[in-house]
């Protein structure tokens, strides 16, 4: 299970996604480890966020467009270069540092996940729910070679 982050840069691309999943990758073939599960976020095609908050779509995007690219990289590598392995992507929104809920998870295979009306449902999910669905996803063969958008009821 990954969660690994790396700083946005504003004026140049960023590698440190699809470089750190390129070793994980080699790494698990060569020891012969199947399971993987890995925390990207919503809108990693940017071109998603157009129903998202004013904020969102006109300061948070562009401010982070760096990380939101290389981890869309890296979706597309898993996608495209590692059939041969049980991977997940997990896309949650913004994190809050709050305890766990028993709050219903709730899922879409998309870069977010719509209400009725095709809005994102939230902004935001406790760090403590993301792993709890993470840690769900591990028993559950729906999730293979699946890519996730998560948030709380
Ligand atoms: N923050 C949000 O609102 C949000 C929303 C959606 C998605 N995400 C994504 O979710 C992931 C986790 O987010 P976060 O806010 O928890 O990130 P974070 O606080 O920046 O944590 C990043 C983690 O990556 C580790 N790391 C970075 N470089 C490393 C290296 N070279 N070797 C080993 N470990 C390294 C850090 O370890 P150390 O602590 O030891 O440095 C840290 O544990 C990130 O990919 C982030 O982009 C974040």
């Given at each position: 299970?990954?969660?690994?982050g790396?700083?946005?840069?504003m ?32 809108y ?12 969102v ?69 406790s760090?403590a ?25």
């Amino acid at each position: 299970m990954s969660c690994l982050g790396f700083p946005y840069k504003m004026f140049s691309s960023i590698s440190e996604y699809t470089n750190s999943m390129k070793a994980i990758v080699g790494a698990m073939r060569q020891s012969e480890v199947k399971r993987l599960v890995v925390m990207t976020s919503w809108y990693t095609d940017t071109s998603s966020a157009q129903n998202a908050s004013f904020f969102v779509r006109n300061f948070l995007i562009p401010l982070i467009k760096s990380v939101l690219n290389n981890m869309f990289e890296m979706e597309q590598y898993l996608e495209k270069e590692c059939s041969d392995l049980n991977w997940t992507v997990v896309r949650p929104p913004g994190l809050q540092n709050v305890p766990v809920t028993d709050k219903e998870i709730l899922t879409h295979e998309g870069f977010f996940v719509p209400d009725e009306k095709g809005y994102p449902f939230t902004n935001t999910v406790s760090r403590a729910d993301v792993s709890r669905f993470m840690l769900s996803t591990l028993s559950d063969e729906k999730w293979t070679r699946k890519l996730v958008a998560m948030c709380c009821k």
